[in-house]
């Protein structure tokens, strides 16, 4: 069996936060910047050979300083890298470091991961882990609980889907390393031009992604509120993180 490894994304701003200046992840939330109560969650679970945090090349000191400071016990698992330009780009930068630091095996996984998702379950990670070993490609969902509108214009409905077909997003999205950067490699620059996520890439090419159900409290912070949400479940402390 093939090694595991989870990677951190923590390349993103603070600026739907109102601060452009500090990242959204190292944003305080109990006591702790937000970073760091996602990868400790990471760092719990014994199947990953790697951690891998990809942090903004502005940000890879004050990153690698939260990280000592913080979790010292886990440091020898955990491996800081810069991010890029884009989200893809990322994810591609942890498979390079994965493979000029260990090589790169066929059967090797990669558990992709918001580093603003701090309240991931070790259920979500665990079954991810799973359904990636066997399917090779692998989506976080959840069923949408809103009526979902489409408008091409922006200004009528152009249709209204039916919801039990719809799903929202969230992450881990979990892939075989080899297989992702072989498709990755092969699109087109119009292709990466309309990416939103890793999953996308095995979309455009025709491969299957299975689902894994994700959860309600597994919030990615974007906005303001969304944190004030956050350091309400963790001062109540009514998320299940088992």
């Not at 305080?28 to 014994?46: S, Y």
């Not at 979902?148 to 209204?160: L, N």
């Not at 491969?207 to 994700?214: Q, S, T």
């Amino acid at each position: 069996m093939g090694k595991a490894y989870a990677a951190i994304l923590a390349g993103g701003s603070g600026s739907r936060m109102g601060n452009p200046d500090k990242p959204k992840q190292f944003w305080l939330m109990g006591g702790k910047p937000v970073i760091v109560h996602t990868v400790e969650k990471f760092c719990l679970v014994d199947a990953f050979d790697k951690i891998i945090v990809l942090a903004p090349k502005g940000w890879m000191q004050q990153t690698q300083d939260i990280l000592m400071r913080h979790l010292p016990q886990f440091i020898d698992r955990i491996a800081l890298v810069s991010g890029g330009a884009e989200r893809n780009d990322t994810i591609m930068n942890a498979i390079a470091y994965i493979e000029s630091e260990f090589g790169l095996a066929d059967d090797d996984i990669i558990v992709t991961h918001d580093a603003v998702r701090p309240f991931v379950t070790f259920r979500i990670i665990e079954e991810n882990i799973e359904a990636v070993r066997m399917y090779g490609a692998v989506d976080t969902v959840i069923p949408a609980t809103d009526t979902i509108v489409q408008s091409v214009d922006g200004e009528t409905i152009t249709s209204i889907p039916n919801r039990a077909e719809y799903y929202q997003g969230q992450t881990p999205q979990s892939f075989n390393a080899v297989r992702l950067k072989r498709l990755f490699e092969e699109l087109s620059e119009q292709e990466k031009a309309i990416l939103t996520d890793a999953c996308k890439i095995l979309v455009l090419k025709g491969e299957k992604v299975a689902l894994v159900r994700g959860d309600v409290s597994n919030i990615k912070l974007t906005y303001t509120n969304d944190m004030r949400i956050a350091r309400a479940m963790i001062d109540g402390g009514d998320v299940d993180n088992a």
